[in-house]
T-cell receptor
Framework: EAGVAQSPRYKIIEKRQSVAFWCNPI?????LYWYQQILGQGPKLLIQ????????DSQLPKDRFSAERLKGVDSTLKIQPAKLEDSAVYLC????????????FGQGTRLTVV | AQSVTQLGSHVSVSEGALVLLRCNYS??????LFWYVQYPNQGLQLLLK??????LVKGINGFEAEFKKSETSFHLTKPSAHMSDAAEYFC????????????FGAGTRLAVHP
């Protein structure tokens, strides 16, 4: 089966610019996650969707980050305006319903803010 | 709430030696536990998971982990390291019930020397 698709793979922007990332989860997966992974650190959960509803966004910097999941399928994560400290890999993952199920990850988008 | 602590950000072993990567968790409910591996410029790949069926869990590439409730641990082991095992390893926890978050540890970088 097709995996989690993310685009773009790499993005370089200047601070204060805006950027958007796209994720297409595995077909039928109700749960979708966006993680931020700063170099040398573990993935930090930014937002978790169940279908098209948000179940956790407690660590999403809402003054500059936004995310949506239209029709419970694809999702976009936006940063506006970007800061230097937003440089990281943004990982999208999806999983079927059930806490025992693992998350399947895309290859990520590496963002560099200069 | 759930959390994960991985002891040792860097572990170095010789080829053929035992691999031991440590993970301790905290969870207010019975947990589901996961080990993921990440190769450079890649997303995360599941190695194995604990879902309460058996305390000793076998995964891919010869890895296994044992769930010890009394020690709140889920350490990852492999009897004989191979050069191809060099990567970053992440332990993750999710609480049972509901749509609980999937929380990752900071990771352990494994180096394998000839």
């Amino acid at each position: 089966e097709a995996g989690v698709a993310q685009s773009p793979r790499y993005k370089i922007i200047e601070k204060r610019q805006s950027v958007a990332f796209w994720c297409n989860p595995i077909s039928g997966h109700a749960t979708l996650y966006w993680y931020q992974q700063i170099l040398g650190q573990g993935p930090k959960l930014l937002i978790q969707f169940q279908n098209n509803g948000v179940v956790d966004d407690s660590q999403l910097p809402k003054d500059r980050f936004s995310a949506e999941r239209l029709k419970g399928v694809d999702s976009t994560l936006k940063i506006q305006p970007a800061k230097l400290e937003d440089s990281a890999v943004y990982l999208c993952a999806s999983s079927p319903p059930g806490g025992e199920t693992e998350a399947f990850f895309g290859q990520g988008t590496r963002l560099t803010v200069v | 709430a759930q959390s994960v602590t991985q002891l040792g950000s860097h572990v170095s072993v010789s080829e053929g030696a035992l691999v031991l990567l440590r993970c301790n968790y905290s969870s207010s409910v019975p947990p589901y536990l996961f080990w993921y591996v990440q190769y450079p410029n890649q997303g995360l790949q599941l190695l194995l998971k604990y879902t309460s069926a058996a305390t000793l869990v076998k995964g891919i590439n010869g890895f296994e982990a044992e769930f010890k409730k009394s020690e709140t641990s889920f350490h990852l082991t492999k009897p004989s390291a191979h050069m191809s095992d060099a990567a970053e390893y992440f332990c993750a926890v999710r609480g049972s019930g509901g749509y609980n978050k999937l929380i990752f540890g900071a990771g352990t970088r494994l180096a394998v020397h000839p």
